[in-house]
């Protein structure tokens, strides 16, 4: 990992992928899949607006570590139709985001993301292979 960002750095970046996620929720309606569209980018929002509110009250690194556990928590959703699994899809795409932001090593997300648990897995509340179970929300 590079250089760690500091706490105003962190929260500007979000701010700014914030703004891209609301543009995005404005466009929706002129998308083939306005719905998921719609809902990638609320997940998105959300996202941004949790690692900002940690942000305020935990040391950087905390931080990327509090992002790294939501990450390992989401369900693996590759491979499904672009409009399917819009929030959970979302969520990882805001995460990664996330990752770029601070300049995550990709060999550590690489293992966060082997964690993650299979879809049926994570839709029945099972442990994922991290032993957490699944916490995202409908």
Same mark, same amino acid.
């Given at each position: 990992?590079?250089?760690?960002?500091?706490?105003?750095?962190?929260?500007?970046?979000?701010?700014? *992928?914030?703004?891209?996620?609301?543009?995005?929720?404005?466009?929706?309606?002129?998308?083939?899949?306005?719905?998921?569209?719609?809902?990638?980018?609320?997940?998105?929002?959300?996202? *941004?607006?949790?690692? /900002? /509110? *940690?942000?305020?009250?935990?040391?950087?690194?905390?931080?990327?570590?509090?992002?790294?556990?939501?990450?390992?928590?989401?369900?693996?959703?590759?491979?499904?139709?672009?409009?399917?699994?819009?929030?959970?899809?979302?969520?990882?795409?805001?995460?990664?985001?996330?990752?770029?932001?601070? %300049?995550?090593?990709?060999?550590?997300?690489?293992?966060?993301?082997?964690?993650?648990?299979?879809? %049926?897995?994570?839709?029945?509340?099972?442990?994922?292979? %991290?032993?957490?179970?699944?916490?995202?929300?409908?």
């Amino acid at each position: 990992m590079k250089e760690t960002m500091n706490t105003e750095q962190i929260l500007q970046g979000l701010k700014h *992928y914030r703004r891209i996620a609301r543009q995005d929720m404005l466009r929706s309606v002129e998308t083939s899949y306005p719905d998921a569209f719609m809902k990638h980018a609320e997940a998105r929002r959300e996202i *941004y607006a949790d690692l /900002s /509110s *940690y942000a305020e009250q935990h040391a950087p690194a905390d931080v990327i570590e509090h992002a790294l556990e939501l990450y390992r928590d989401l369900p693996f959703v590759t491979g499904t139709a672009a409009h399917e699994h819009a929030e959970v899809k979302g969520r990882e795409n805001a995460l990664e985001n996330f990752f770029l932001l601070v %300049g995550l090593d990709p060999k550590t997300r690489r293992e966060a993301r082997s964690k993650r648990p299979k879809l %049926g897995m994570a839709e029945a509340g099972e442990p994922s292979a %991290g032993g957490q179970p699944d916490q995202t929300s409908d």
